[in-house]
């Protein structure tokens, strides 16, 4: 199983804190953000993580080498100084993460969510007629209308009184097909999400445990007031 970790934003929201050091690096419980990530995904099996890079990339090398310490291998798809947003980096990462479903897993992210629910005998887990599954959390304050809907498993964008909207975590599993037809360069995944619901080939799940977008400042330090450190 092979697992794709986003790190290579600029995080213009968390500055000052990120003009020097790269937002997976901020420390969370006593450590960089980005180890919680690392040894979740080792905790479920995986072995071999992908981790893209642009804003302050070799911090990143430096911290973390070839993952030998977290019982991983890691390999760096680097964007150089401009980041290719999200739809753009997972598809330049794309040789690097194989022909089968991946996971995907933002790096700026904090949760206790368990990858493992995501797999089933050494694979991720992803129905043949889906060509992505994401999972979706309760939206929170700073998101409240969320993102997307979810009817008997299919992702959705309704709207509207009595629909219930969801969340994008920012954790799913993707097979390389969901890119087909792109081209390189920078370009957003919400388009690409789009297409897939409307092909109805975009399965989604919830999860209403432990789950925050580690976006501002305030938010690390409300987050790092509320857990202990270990």
């Given at each position: 199983m092979k697992a794709m970790i986003l790190a290579a934003g600029r995080g213009e929201r968390m500055r000052p804190l990120t003009d020097a050091l790269p937002k997976p690096l901020l420390a969370v419980r006593g450590r960089p953000l980005i180890s919680h990530h690392l040894a979740a995904l080792a905790r479920a099996g995986v072995r071999d993580v992908v981790i893209n890079l642009a804003w302050l990339g070799q911090r990143i090398r430096e911290a973390l080498g070839d993952g030998s310490a977290f019982?991983?291998?890691?390999?760096?798809?680097?964007?150089?100084?401009?980041?290719?947003?999200?739809?753009?980096?997972?598809?330049r990462a794309l040789p690097l993460l194989g022909d089968a479903p991946f996971l995907v897993v933002n790096g700026d992210i904090w949760t206790d969510f368990d990858p493992a629910t995501l797999a089933a005998g050494g694979r991720w887990r992803l129905a043949p007629d889906a060509d992505a599954e994401l999972v979706l959390v309760p939206n929170p304050p700073q998101h409240p209308r969320g993102d997307f809907t979810l009817d008997a498993g299919l992702v959705g964008e309704g709207s509207g009184e009595g629909i219930v909207r969801y969340t994008y975590s920012g954790i799913g599993v993707y097979h390389p097909q969901f890119f087909a037809g792109c081209e390189a360069g920078r370009f957003p995944l919400l388009p690409l999400l789009r297409r897939a619901i409307a092909a109805g080939r975009l399965r989604g799940r919830t999860y209403t445990g432990e789950w925050q977008d580690i976006g501002t400042p305030e938010r690390l330090a409300a987050l790092n007031a509320a857990i202990p450190v270990t």
């Open positions: 019982g991983l291998r890691i390999e760096y798809s680097d964007e150089g100084a401009v980041a290719f947003e999200t739809g753009g980096g997972i598809f």
